[in-house]
T-cell receptor, first 114, second 113 residues
């Protein structure tokens, strides 16, 4: 079975500090991995994705994530937090042998403290 | 349109009533997904279409929920005999055949009173 675990339902960082949001996945086959961001009362927007190319993936708004197969992780980072980064972040996995569903984690709410 | 369109954006209905939620995917996307998102939770998979057929409906919670995509484009999620526990945001997404990204609509916020 495929699943995604996001450690930490709430993360607070100071403006300008490093952002680290954790995601671990479970998959019996090589997965595609995604990070989505959701602002209040809006839909999900793709931040970045890993689709079996480079393991270090750069996304929008200065975010990046590294696929580590040995750790089954896909943590999201940003060197310097901005107030506008405050939102809900979801990690997701997609695998071909399950009908191409996208499985989502429970989300991490990021608060940026001025 | 440029993105996934969902209508209505908000729906308030009385317990026991029937509702239909519509999703208009991105043109050319063969895959369409319905998800349900409760407050403070991640999107929960409901059903996945590849073309006109439901390739996976294992996420539908019970037989009150049904979805169709008769022409392989627009999809309708139908909920019969609504219950207060059905209140949530219903998200629709579409993706190209290579499933390299799911594009989400803004969602329909369903409130059952």
């Amino acid at each position: 079975a495929q699943s995604v675990t996001q450690l930490g339902s709430h993360v607070s960082v100071s403006e300008g500090a490093l952002v680290l949001l954790r995601c671990n996945y479970s998959s019996s086959v090589p997965p595609y991995l995604f990070w989505y961001v959701q602002y209040p009362n809006q839909g999900l927007q793709l931040l970045l994705k890993y689709t079996s190319a480079a393991t270090l993936v750069k996304g929008i708004n200065g975010f990046e994530a590294e696929f580590k197969k040995s750790e089954t992780s896909f943590h999201l980072t940003k060197p310097s937090a901005h107030m506008s980064d405050a939102a809900e972040y979801f990690c997701a996995v997609s695998v071909t042998n399950t009908g191409n569903q996208f499985y989502f984690g429970t989300g991490t709410s990021l608060t940026v403290i001025p | 349109g440029a993105g996934v369109s969902q209508t209505p954006s908000n729906k308030v209905t009385e317990k026991g009533k029937y509702v239909e939620l519509r999703c208009d995917p991105i043109s050319g996307h063969t895959a369409l997904y319905w998800y349900r998102q409760s407050l403070g939770q991640g999107p929960e998979f409901l059903i996945y279409f590849q073309g006109t057929g439901a390739a996976d409906d294992s996420g539908l919670p019970n037989d009150r929920f049904f979805a169709v995509r008769p022409e392989g484009s627009v999809s309708t999620l139908k909920i019969q005999r609504t219950e207060r526990g059905d209140s949530a945001v219903y998200l629709c997404a579409s993706s190209p055949l290579d499933r390299t990204e799911a594009f989400f609509g803004q969602g329909t916020r369903l409130t059952v009173v």
